[in-house]
């Protein structure tokens, strides 16, 4: 009973029963710890954890997974040495969360300890060839996430293709990014959302606009996947970065969703780039509705006017800053210089 309400994060119901309980077992105190570490509760999960009469593998890694969960990584790695110091020895499970950490704090030393520790302890299976795959490649080191990648032969799963294909779309390997996908499609496993965003990244840094209206389409027609924002947002960057202003324009207006401040901002720095003074304002203007508070969109469109020679313009838009009490210091030093 007390699992189930902790399953439906209903943890006023679990704590009741957990408290009329004669001798709460270690199951329960897992599931405590669990519930609260769900719930961003760490503090209180700590509580329940240190409270425990027995700590067991299970409750070590319950709560390490709960602080890698909720980005606490400094207190996953503290908890990690006391449960190595204390003698216990971790699990797949432990060492898999270890391994987010590492890849969370994008920290190679920290993610190759704990691969020499994988190596020692455990037999890879795909879920931790997976985390070595995600945490190498977040941390640029691209030779050793294809081993891994290799090493898992006919078992890649579309997190393995995932995490390599993002790895080197991140990077900067473009071509070899596309290349991996072009050969994911001859393996049965399907890509997801998640892998297109990282294909349409990887025609944006190759500067293949064809490919992207190609990938974009094709997610649709032959995968039956439903573009995202992000995925519209990565081909708004790919086009406009092209100059295709026009046409990046065009592509938000037909977009099924409301265009976001990632959007905009790629619109209006492809405008700075090709000094396009004709639609700079339009994404601007939806900047500062989006970001009231951010002088970014004011000083980008300011500097455009300026090149331009517009000063009328550009005084609007520091009239606007001031209308608006815009009026961080970095702002108006880099407008004041404007002038001079």
């Not at 619109?267 to 970014?296: D, K, Q, T, W, Y």
Request: hydrophobic share 40%; net charge negative; aromatic share 10%.
């Amino acid at each position: 009973m007390i699992n189930g309400y902790v399953q439906i994060l209903d943890m006023e119901e679990a704590l009741n029963l957990f408290n009329v309980m004669p001798t709460p077992d270690n199951m329960s105190w897992n599931s405590m710890i669990s519930g609260y570490a769900q719930m961003g509760n760490l503090e209180r999960a700590r509580e329940y954890f240190e409270m425990m009469p027995q700590k067991h593998l299970v409750s070590w890694s319950t709560m390490v997974a709960g602080y890698e969960k909720n980005r606490d990584y400094k207190g996953a790695i503290e908890l990690f040495k006391r449960m190595q110091a204390e003698g216990e020895k971790p699990d797949r499970h432990t060492l898999s969360s270890v391994l987010s950490v590492s890849t969370g704090l994008v920290d190679l030393k920290l993610g190759m300890q704990i691969h020499q520790l994988v190596s020692k302890s455990v037999i890879p299976d795909v879920p931790i060839e997976n985390s070595l795959i995600t945490m190498y490649s977040r941390c640029g080191a691209l030779i050793e996430s294809h081993v891994s990648f290799d090493g898992l032969k006919s078992s890649k799963d579309v997190i393995s293709w995932n995490a390599i294909i993002g790895g080197y779309a991140s990077h900067g390997y473009a071509l070899e990014a596309l290349e991996l996908f072009e050969s994911k499609k001859k393996s049965n496993v399907q890509p997801t959302y998640i892998t297109f965003i990282y294909v349409l990244s990887a025609c944006t840094h190759a500067g293949l606009v064809g490919g992207g209206w190609a990938y974009l389409k094709s997610m649709v027609s032959e995968y039956g996947i439903e573009p995202r924002i992000e995925h519209y947002a990565s081909l708004v960057d790919n086009v406009a970065r092209h100059g295709q202003l026009e046409e990046a324009m065009d592509l938000i207006k037909s977009m099924p969703f409301e265009p976001d401040k990632e959007i905009w901002g790629a619109l209006l720095s492809a405008c700075r780039l090709h000094n396009n003074v004709e639609l700079a304002p339009v994404a601007a203007e939806a900047l500062m509705r989006l970001e009231p508070e951010s002088s970014a969109a004011y000083i980008l469109l300011y500097n455009m006017y300026v090149e331009a020679g517009q000063w009328e313009a550009a005084a609007e838009v520091r009239e606007m800053m001031e209308r608006n009490n815009i009026r961080k210091q970095a702002a108006f030093s880099l407008i004041d210089s404007s002038y001079s």
